[in-house]
């Protein structure tokens, strides 16, 4: 299911979860962990792309643990794919209670992007640079 340890490399975003934050059960609300990755896939997406891109769809979101209110969480967002105009972004969020230093991978999805011009209609991005060239995120 996971590795034992956070991905190496700085979050995209990070941020600590609130009562705000909390369904009727008062867990996070799945949305809300959704919207996040939302956030850090399409910061990825929009600096590989030099400009506005949009969600197209989200691939194979699977939840494995709940977070909870005060867990610190750790969202890290990597360009996987990138087509003639689309960009698929490899999503993972983390918790972390602020107490302790174990982290645990909370769910995983793809998000795939759109760059879009003033237009508002499709424009080409650049390729994906070889592995050994890429920047961590």
């Not at 009562?19 to 809300?32: E, H, K, L, Q, S």
């Not at 969600?55 to 939840?63: H, N, P, Q, S």
């Amino acid at each position: 299911m996971s590795r034992d340890a956070m991905p190496d490399g700085v979050p995209v975003i990070r941020l600590t979860a609130v009562p705000a934050d909390t369904n009727v059960y008062g867990d996070i609300f799945g949305g809300w962990l959704m919207a996040q990755m939302d956030l850090a896939a399409s910061s990825v997406a929009s600096r590989h792309s030099g400009g506005r891109a949009v969600t197209i769809a989200v691939e194979g979101m699977t939840f494995y643990r709940p977070v909870f209110v005060g867990d610190e969480v750790s969202v890290f967002a990597t360009l996987e794919k990138v087509g003639r105009t689309s960009m698929s972004i490899a999503a993972e969020t983390w918790r972390r209670d602020r107490h302790t230093d174990e982290a645990y991978l909370v769910t995983r999805a793809s998000f795939v992007f759109v760059a879009i011009g003033q237009d508002r209609r499709p424009r080409s991005v650049p390729q994906l640079l070889p592995p050994e060239s890429r920047r961590s995120n």
